[in-house]
Antibody, heavy 120, light 107 residues
């Protein structure tokens, strides 16, 4: 059974940092690109970051580039999103999702999301 | 950056109705578009990839068409479990962008 589980969300003050994790099982992790997608309260979906299956390429939306870093650990089949200099605009549910390398089937597996609240 | 304009932003429909949602891309994205369904408090669920490929397990009442800049998602006969918010996503290049969403409500 495929499982994607996000963790690490919580309340953080403006300017603070937080590290999200995405733990996976049930599929060949090293064959998959991994993405973070977020959703602010009452708003739509926004792609945030991507890491290639071998970790050699990463991509970020402009609003987080330089503040967020995506990384992966094949030994633990997990992906992390290190977030710093957080602002209220980063408040959202953060989802981890996947795509098999070379596949056009985007975002097949999803986690349940983890809520990040940036507030003083 | 490619902008995705989704319409309508909301609609009211009855069970059994045929519903069509449109996404327009600001540039040619070929068929690099997916559709997702989201119900409140849940993660999105993929419905369609590559503009028209139905995801495994998705009922055949859902269909997708289009290429270039104009795309549609059609539900041929709306069912109670289809009342949700639908999003398109372009994955032609980075940054990936979602449409603004279409909330399908019960009339």
């Amino acid at each position: 059974e495929v499982q994607v589980v996000e963790s690490g969300g919580g309340l953080v003050q403006p300017g603070g940092s937080l590290r999200l994790s995405c733990a996976t099982s049930g599929f060949i992790f090293s064959d998959y690109w991994v993405y973070w997608v977020r959703q602010a309260p009452g708003e739509g979906l926004q792609w945030v970051a991507t890491i290639k299956e071998d970790g050699s390429e990463t991509y970020y939306v402009d609003s987080v580039r330089g503040r967020f870093t995506i990384s992966r650990d094949d030994a633990t089949k997990s992906v992390h999103l290190q977030m710093s200099s957080l602002t209220a605009e980063d408040t959202a549910v953060y989802y981890c999702t996947t795509r098999r390398a070379m596949s056009r089937l985007y975002f097949d597996y999803w986690g349940q999301g983890t809520l990040v609240t940036v507030s003083s | 950056d490619i902008q995705m304009t989704q319409s309508p932003s909301s609609l009211s429909a009855s069970v059994g109705d045929r519903v069509t949602i449109t996404c327009r891309a600001s540039q040619d994205i070929r068929d690099n578009l997916s559709w997702f369904q989201q119900t409140p408090g849940k993660a999105p669920k993929r419905l369609i990839s590559a503009a028209s490929i139905l995801a495994s397990g998705v009922p055949s009442r859902f269909s997708g068409r289009g290429s270039g800049t104009q795309f549609t998602l059609t539900i041929s006969s709306l069912q109670p479990e289809d009342f949700a918010t639908y999003y398109c996503l372009h994955h032609n290049n980075y940054p990936l962008t979602f449409g603004g969403g279409t909330k399908v409500e019960i009339k």
